[in-house]
C-alpha cells in the first residue's frame, strides 16, 4: 500500500455499504478544499465538476477523466447535500451514491494541516465495495500529488491506464481474503 494514504475501511449495513478514508494532508484547509470542492481543483485528481452549484440543494455532475478499458468515462449527477464552507462537502450522485469530504485543520509541525475525512456509501456487492476501496485510494494518491504541485493534466488523464487501481485491488482484496486481521472488513 501506499505510505502517504492510509488504508479505507469498510463495513456493510443492512446491504448498504460505508467506506471510510482518513488522511493528513499537510496542507491548509483553504487549499484541501479548493481541490475537493471547486470546479477547478477537482480535475486535477478526481473528475470534472460539468456541473457544481456550492450550496444544499444544488446541482452537481462529476465527469470522472480517467476512462475504462472501452473508453467510457463516468459521469455521476446529483445534488449537494451538505456544504459548510471550507468544512463539509457533500454530493449525492448517481453511480457513487453519497461521497462526504469533512475537513479539520490540525498543526502539521508547526504549520496549517488538514484531516480529511472521506465517506462514500452506496448499494453494491462485496466486488463493488473492493473495486471503489481501490479508486479511491488511487484518487486520494492523486490529491496528494496535486497539493504537491503535481496535478493530473489533460495529457495525464489521456494516458492514464488501470495499472495502479489494479494493484491496489489486488492488495485490498489480498489484505481482506488473506486470512490477516483486515483494515477493510465488514
Known amino acids: 500500500m501506499s505510505d502517504a ?17 482518513e488522511l493528513r494532508l499537510p496542507h491548509p484547509v483553504i487549499r484541501t478544499w479548493a481541490a ?13 465538476a460539468d456541473v457544481l452549484e456550492p ?21 455521476a449527477e446529483g445534488t449537494v447535500t451538505a456544504w459548510d464552507m471550507e468544512r463539509v462537502a457533500e454530493y449525492t450522485v448517481s453511480v457513487h451514491g453519497r461521497i462526504r469530504f469533512h475537513l479539520e485543520p490540525y498543526d502539521a509541525d508547526g504549520a496549517a494541516g488538514t484531516t480529511l475525512r472521506f465517506t462514500n456509501e452506496f448499494r453494491g456487492t462485496d466486488e463493488l465495495r473492493l473495486d471503489n476501496l ?20 489533460g495529457a495525464d488523464w489521456d494516458g492514464w491506464t488501470p495499472d495502479r487501481w489494479e ?4 492488495e485490498y482484496a489480498a ?12
Open 134 to 153: 481501490a479508486g479511491w485510494h488511487h484518487h486520494f494518491e492523486l490529491l496528494a500529488a496535486a497539493l504537491e504541485g503535481r496535478p493530473m493534466t
Open 55 to 75: 450550496r444544499i440543494g444544488g446541482a452537481v455532475a462529476l465527469h470522472w477523466l480517467n476512462a475504462d478499458a472501452e473508453g467510457r468515462h463516468t459521469v
Open 175 to 186: 489484505v481482506e481474503y488473506g486470512g490477516n486481521s483486515s483494515p477493510v472488513g465488514d
Open 36 to 48: 475537493v470542492a471547486t470546479p477547478e481543483g477537482l480535475p486535477t485528481w478526481l473528475a470534472a
Open 5 to 21: 494514504i492510509p488504508y479505507g475501511t469498510s463495513e456493510t449495513r443492512d446491504g448498504d455499504v460505508h467506506l471510510h478514508f
Open 167 to 170: 494493484q491496489l485491488r489486488s
